[in-house]
């Protein structure tokens, strides 16, 4: 193929793929008006291979932020002839990529491709009229764009209530699991409560027994004689120092109440914990419940938006499009098509948010 000079060609290649297959539509609708669908999935698959070639650049040379754009170079523009089936070895390719790149510039435009898919020419193309920016077309272009700043802040609300509802999800497990830690301490001081009153029953068990023994031994003294001198040894010897029963249930006694002590501090502790952490869940769960009744106004706002723009692009659809045929197909395209892919992610959020927020 000749290299094209024409000025305006050679813009065309430098606009976003969309615009390029308008343009080409709009030349040639008569010729391929049952084709649109055909190329519209032409452009899916360069806008695929478009973000991989972008992925694929070095850091140095990537912009920040990926942007469509308007061609492929040799080496990603063979991927795009293989992905739809057009196998080519290596010499082939060149061969054909040459009749492809219509302006020389060792890349491949969508343009340039529909050009060569269909065998027109680049002189063919720019005799064909395109039919201008009519009011009309202003109009329906415009309408696109507010269904897409729409659906983008519909989108914006779903991600929000999204992660709002995952948090909510997170908290609400948190409480779950203080109250749980909150029983189980509590537990474990009603456990101590009752082993301290084991012990100080025991205590009083051998203070008794204790007290007892002393009365008799006192009393045996009374009785004077041998048998008294030798009770009142006795009583000195027992008074002097408590016998071992005594002393290990002092002892149990004592570290039974300071294990009840701290067995109460960890169980209050722990249950003001709990209190907090559902106080945060019951919060968390009212702003996901605020955040999705938001999503939904949004949602609903961007579903507004795209039915009028369908309605009015039915309408002037019938009262014929003259020479913009190809663009007001692309845009009717397009809606169907943000329809199909934002509606698809909102159901995807809306499980997403019932399934954290309510499981």
Known sequence: MAVSSDPVFNKI???PYPEQAKFFLNAFWKELKDKPEEIWQFWMKIKELDRMQYNALPTQKKPENYTEGHQLDEFWSHKFLESIGKTLSVVEFRKEFQKIDANSDKNMG???FLVWQYAFTVEELMKRPQGGATAELIKAQAMLEEVEKRFKAAQDALDKASATAV?????????TTAAAEAKK??????????EQQAAVAELKSQEDARAAKTKEL??????GGVGGMRAKNELAQHLAEDPLPLRKAKLTAEAAAKKTDKANKDAQAAKEAAQ???EHADRAAEVAEKDQCNAEAAVK???KALAEAEAYL??????????THGTFWWLDRELKYRKEVFFSDFYLSTEIFSYTLFK
Do not use: N
């Open 185 to 194: 301490t509590a537990d474990v001081a009603a456990t101590a409560a009752a």
């Open 110 to 112: 969508l343009i340039e």
């Open 276 to 278: 907090k952490a559902k």
């Open 13 to 15: 290649c430098t606009k």
């Open 218 to 223: 006192e009393a045996k003294t009374e009785a």
């Open 314 to 323: 039915t309408e002037v659809k019938s009262q014929g499009t003259g020479e």
């Open 167 to 175: 948090e909510a999800k997170k908290t609400k497990d948190t409480a």
């Open 301 to 303: 706002e961007g579903e």
